[in-house]
């Protein structure tokens, strides 16, 4: 798969992981947001680890992270808790919850971190170790978090501005679905830096009906766009519906990916997409916790280890379509 110049690869760890992806499979069924399920086989661990993401019902970005997880708990004989919410406040009650059961460790996204503090520290001072994934790359290690999986969102950012400058475009709308989201206010930033008339449209992604009617008003209004991004997979497909619907001729970029995407990428409907492996940020995640705990290893070196970000576009999308329709990808 193509990658953008001068963004760090894959640790040596994460690239060893990608290798075996293939020997791995997922037990368990799906549960409901803010359950809990247990994943485990193999030879049996012990550990009981907590993964706590701040998704959103119907966000299917996290039913791919949340499958890494399982795969590496089926690995590692790991029995897997899983919850989410995607209120701050809320979902730092599920990380307390988790460490009131006194859990052998906790992996937690950190979209709002401030959020966040509390639950973590208190996780930490009742001795159980805490790695971040997805978002929080600039905060965990303020919070004494051990480690964190995910790409940088301001490069990722860069990268999307950089691509959309190449196909001769200059005023994006970045669509977020989330207000206070740490990483989307970073990718919305790094387009930005790169096109300073990117103009930034929040919709209330928990309402797929709204966030068409905002966007399709928004370009009914708005002239001057000649671009528009979603920062999310199942959000950009929402975003196609809503230029047809406005009679617009703006190029569709997207963040993350899921076999429509890929299959619309293929397709010429979305230009491009920026990929950040959101099954090895789950995987990676469950993973070091156990490595941790056998052995005191920490992934890393005190920086974040990156899973992205990639491009794929229509050069390369066919390398990762046959991934996406098996949910990994």
């Not at 490595?291 to 280890?305: N, S």
Request: hydrophobic share 40%; with cysteine.
């Amino acid at each position: 798969m193509k990658k953008i110049p001068a963004v760090l690869a894959l640790t040596a760890s994460a690239a060893a992981v990608a290798m075996i992806l293939a020997g791995c499979s997922s037990q368990g069924g799906r549960v409901a947001n803010n359950d809990s399920g247990t994943t485990s086989g193999g030879k049996n661990s012990g550990l009981t680890i907590a993964l706590v993401t701040h998704a959103a019902p119907g966000d299917t970005f996290w039913d791919i992270v949340r499958k890494g997880a399982e795969d590496a708990a089926k690995k590692d004989g790991v029995k897997l808790l899983y919850a989410s919410d995607p209120d701050g406040s809320k979902q730092a009650q599920l990380v307390q919850q988790y460490t009131d059961q006194k859990v052998d460790g906790i992996a937690v996204s950190l979209a709002k971190p401030d959020a966040l503090a509390s639950s973590v520290k208190a996780a930490e001072a009742a001795g159980i170790p805490v790695v971040s994934l997805n978002a929080g790359s600039a905060a965990y290690k303020g919070m004494g978090i051990l480690e964190h999986f995910g790409q940088d969102e301001d490069v990722a950012g860069a990268a999307v501005g950089d691509k959309l400058k190449e196909e001769g475009l200059s005023h994006p709308i970045c669509v977020e679905q989330e207000q206070g989201n740490v990483a989307l206010d970073a990718r919305c930033a790094g387009i930005k830096k790169v096109l300073p008339d990117t103009e930034t449209l929040y919709v209330d992604g928990t309402d797929n009906s709204a966030v068409q009617s905002t966007v399709t008003a928004k370009l009914q209004a708005d002239s001057a766009a000649d671009s528009i991004v979603g920062l999310g997979a199942p959000y950009t497909v929402i975003i196609e519906q809503a230029v047809a619907a406005a009679n617009s001729k703006v190029k569709i970029a997207s963040f993350d990916l899921n076999s429509a995407l890929a299959t619309d990428i293929q397709s010429g409907k979305i230009i491009f997409t920026v990929d950040q492996q959101p099954f090895l940020q789950g995987y990676e995640a469950i993973d070091s916790l156990v490595l941790y705990k056998q052995g005191g290893f920490v992934l890393g070196g005190g920086q974040p280890t990156l899973t992205g970000p990639a491009i794929v576009d229509k050069d390369n999308v066919a390398d990762v379509l046959k991934f996406a329709k098996q949910g990994i990808r």
